[in-house]
């Protein structure tokens, strides 16, 4: 591990090394050139294009085109590789923010959605860390996905073959096609997407209770042998260009995740009155199928450049999961076995609509200002059915079956005024309404029906101070809301083996923060320091069940929460080296006074990142990525630290017309999930295992005879998508 640690570090301080000013000449002289070809539309010199651009305001644009991040395989490992987000456990998050929301081409989408996109759409990602009142009040950061432009006439398209081979996981395969075409005002899109193989995910927890009077240890490995029947998103869309100033779009997309494999439990419990050992396996068989449809209007309605844009979508959602499940035991040395069925159907249709008004009131204020409703119904029906290996009669379980019923209304309106204050400052302020009322019914547990609506209001502030060309500052405040994810609140079981289940939580709060931030940037460094204040932050844990061994996974809300971070980084671009750099420094306290988790030490959490590229002239491209997040306390427990080197090796063929791609991610197999914390007497730790470490070759050739884009496919979605997931 020390082998490891100091190669990272080594590389990571060569690559923080710079020439100063020659590097600054370089990346202007750059920029002169690319503009000339874009003029042009041809390429005559091929140089490095800077990864990462910083903004005064604290927002990042992150290039993704001709870049390690291009190579991925999904959205979710591209945000994975990009500098101060951090991607685990099914969040994506920004250093010293939060969990995001994420948007694509400045239109809130959902997480189904996003997972959908081509990475060969993808132009860029916009990192706003302090987003305005324009933006859903739901997530502390904002990630907004920005797509190549469409073709002006011809047509244009893309096919790549990915090809994954990992020895934790085994074989994976992603076949990626897109198509664009454009004649005259008429533009279509489209995009398939297949993923077939395997993939596997590993997790190992203890449980301890170290209290003579009820000692209890349990060994838990959870082993997903994940088998992708049809893992497959599909789309197009269609726009009709009236002028150069209006046009109307519509798009319809969807994913399949047809998933099969087995799910292997082993549980080991040693207790006062002996020991026993449990195996459950369990086959899967879940398929969900998610389908959107966006209608959207966008137009300039005077000469100083004032918008609108009207948007509306449908969205589905149907999931069914017929599980079978094989359970021995070995309980006092006497054998047992039963069967179970989990069939679960669920359902969750939302209409969201939205209006966005941008008025251009002077050359340097603008007014910005809208609306949005969206209502959301969510549906589901959980059956357990139990037999003896004996008999084989399987009979309906009462405790752990279940109906779920749930109704969303979400209404919300916003402006945001911007202006300057002479030639060295310029603001923004605004503001953001959002009423919400539900209903809930389950029957889990006994009937429960839950009624509420509540109202609030998030205001937000932005300074942006000029002192000079080479030196630019900004303050800000920003409030946030997190509201529960849909499967969070439903209280239906998750069986993993007779003593752990994962159950929602129907008395689930909202998470609200207040966040601040100011920011420095002095020639080519970008210094931050912030802080959040969290007021009921969601987090999770395993809590004692009914049972004396029994452990239930659920969310749970904090009292409060405290996040203290600062960051500074470092790009430089020369004619064979693009490299980018940051450290960042985090430090997170949790305050608890319900559920009796034992207060622990707070300690700070190192971030290094290092993305570069050296370009060796007429042969390939060669591309490093590293990072490396430390170990946290946040005095309800500790998590470990985890990093990735990935190393990608490229070359183009026929005018660039194929490009062939070899990765190896996670070179030294360290991207593990692990920690521990102590809660109800019970001390747990966990460590899980991702499929990370993998060789991967991809294929992408290029067709088309256009030299230009128009298309712009917005989308119009409400957070209430992203909580589907």
């Known amino acids: 591990m020390k082998f490891k640690v100091s190669i990272f570090f080594s590389i990571y301080s ?50 993704v085109v001709n870049t390690l991040l291009s190579t991925s395989s999904s959205v979710n490992e591209l945000l994975s590789r990009v500098p101060n987000v951090t991607v685990a456990e099914g969040q994506i998050s920004v250093l010293g923010k939060g969990e995001a929301i994420i948007y694509l081409n400045g239109i809130l989408i959902n997480y189904e959605r996003f997972a959908a996109i081509p990475i060969s759409q ?12 324009k933006y859903d009040a739901e997530g502390k950061a904002v990630i907004n996905i920005i797509t190549k432009k469409n073709i002006e006439n011809g047509i244009m398209g893309t096919a790549t073959q990915q090809v994954t081979v990992s020895d934790f996981a085994g074989t994976s395969t992603n076949t990626l096609l897109d198509f664009n075409y454009t004649k005259g005002n008429f533009s279509f899109i489209t995009n398939y997407g297949l993923q077939l193989g395997k993939g596997r995910e590993l997790l190992y927890t203890t449980r301890t209770r170290p209290n003579p009077e ?3 240890k349990s060994e838990l490995t959870t082993d997903w042998k994940r088998q992708f029947n049809n893992y497959s998103n599909f789309g197009f869309g269609v726009q009709y260009t009236f002028s150069e100033k209006n046009y109307i779009s519509l798009a319809f997309s969807g994913n399949i995740e047809d998933l099969g494999g087995v799910v292997e439990s082993r549980n080991a419990i040693e207790n006062n009155s002996g020991n026993s050992f449990y195996a459950t396996d369990i086959d899967k068989n879940d398929v969900l199928l998610n389908q959107f449809v966006n209608l959207n209007y966008n137009a300039i309605t005077d000469k100083k450049g004032s ?52 008025k251009k009131i002077k050359e ?19 059956d357990f059915l139990i037999a003896d290996a004996a008999d084989m009669n399987f009979e309906f379980d009462d405790e752990l079956s279940s109906d779920f019923k749930y109704q969303e209304r979400i209404g919300a309106a916003y402006f945001n005024y911007g202006s300057s204050i002479g030639d060295k400052f310029d603001f923004s302020i605004g503001a953001r309404g959002e009423w919400t009322k539900y209903n809930l019914y389950t ?29 630019k500052a900004h303050f800000s405040y920003v409030s946030r809301i997190t509201r529960p994810r849909y499967q969070a609140l439903n209280p239906y079981v998750i069986y993993q083996d007779p003593f752990t289940t994962i159950e929602g939580n129907p008395d689930l709060l909202p998470e609200k ?3 601040f931030e100011i920011g420095t940037m002095y020639k080519k460094f970008d210094f931050k320091i912030g802080y959040t204040y969290k007021i009921d932050p969601i987090s999770g844990a395993a809590l004692r069940g009914d049972t004396p061994n029994s452990y239930i996974l659920r969310s749970l809300n904090l009292d409060k929460g405290h996040v203290f971070f600062t960051s500074l980084s470092r790009s430089f671009n020369v004619k064979w080296w693009n490299s980018t750099n940051t450290v960042s420094m985090n430090l997170t306290k949790s305050v608890d006074d319900f559920y009796e988790f034992e207060l622990g030490p707070v300690k700070p959490q190192i971030y290094l990142y290092s993305n570069n590229t050296f370009a060796i002239p007429n042969l390939f491209k060669l591309q490093v990525l590293a990072w490396y997040l430390g170990d946290r306390s946040y005095g309800l427990g500790s998590d470990n630290s985890r990093s990735t080197i990935t190393v990608g090796i490229e070359r183009n063929f026929f005018k660039d017309a194929l490009k062939l791609n070899f990765t190896a991610n996670d070179i030294f197999d360290d991207f593990m999930v692990s920690g521990d914390y102590n809660v109800g007497q019970t001390q747990i730790y966990y460590h899980r295992t991702y499929t990370t470490n ?17 298309y712009k496919k917005s989308e119009i979605e409400q957070t209430e998508n992203n909580r589907a997931r």
């Open 364 to 382: 340097d204020s603008r007014l910005e200002t809208g609306a949005k409703y969206s209502y959301a119904t969510i549906k589901s029906a959980t």
């Open 122 to 133: 993808i132009s860029k990602i916009e990192l706003i860390p302090n987003p305005s009142s």
């Open 14 to 63: 060569l690559l923080l090394y710079s020439t100063g000013v020659k590097a600054q000449t370089a990346q202007t002289t750059s920029d002169k050139i690319v503009v000339k070809n874009n003029e042009l539309n041809e390429v005559v010199i091929k140089k490095q294009t800077q990864l990462v651009k910083y903004s005064s305001n604290g927002t990042i644009e992150v290039n």
């Open 307 to 358: 918008s609108l844009f009207i948007g509306s979508q449908y969205s589905n959602y149907n999931g069914t999961v017929r599980d079978f499940i094989d359970e021995n035991g070995l309980v006092n040395e006497v054998n047992t076995q039963k069967y179970l069925k989990n069939n679960v159907g669920n359902t969750i249709k939302i209409v969201a609509t939205q209006v966005d008004y941008s």
């Open 694 to 710: 993998y060789f991967r070759l991809m294929a992408t050739y290029s067709f088309g005879n256009s030299k230009k884009t128009n």
């Open 214 to 216: 009820e000692f209890m």
């Open 513 to 515: 923060i207040h966040a």
């Open 443 to 471: 029957n889990a547990n006994g009937v429960q029906k839950f009624e509420k609506s509540y109202g609030n209001l998030f205001p937000n502030v932005l300074l942006n101070m000029n002192f000079s060309e080479d030196w």
